[in-house]
């Protein structure tokens, strides 16, 4: 299994966004909440310096994306 890396929420709203997410608002409390087209689930990625491995793993999961693509959105 691939590790997952350590990265601020700014860099995850851009690998999501190389995955076709896009950012509809900016929710309260620091938190960018995005949606795919076609998709029910919505992403609420907090704009913290360091996001915990934990819900960055939730994260991959509910785009439906391996932890090797969200890699290679990174690069």
Do not use: C
Not at 15 to 43: C, D, N, P, Q, Y
Not at 44 to 64: E, N, Q, T
């Amino acid at each position: 299994m691939a590790r997952l890396p350590v990265i601020s929420g700014k860099q995850a709203v851009k690998a999501f966004e190389k995955a076709g997410w896009t950012v509809v608002r900016r929710g309260s409390s620091r938190h960018i909440i995005m949606k795919k087209e076609g998709m029910i689930t919505t992403l609420s990625i907090p704009d913290h310096k360091i996001l915990d491995r934990g819900l960055l793993r939730s994260l991959i999961r509910d785009a439906y994306i391996s932890i090797e693509e969200f890699n290679n959105l990174l690069e």
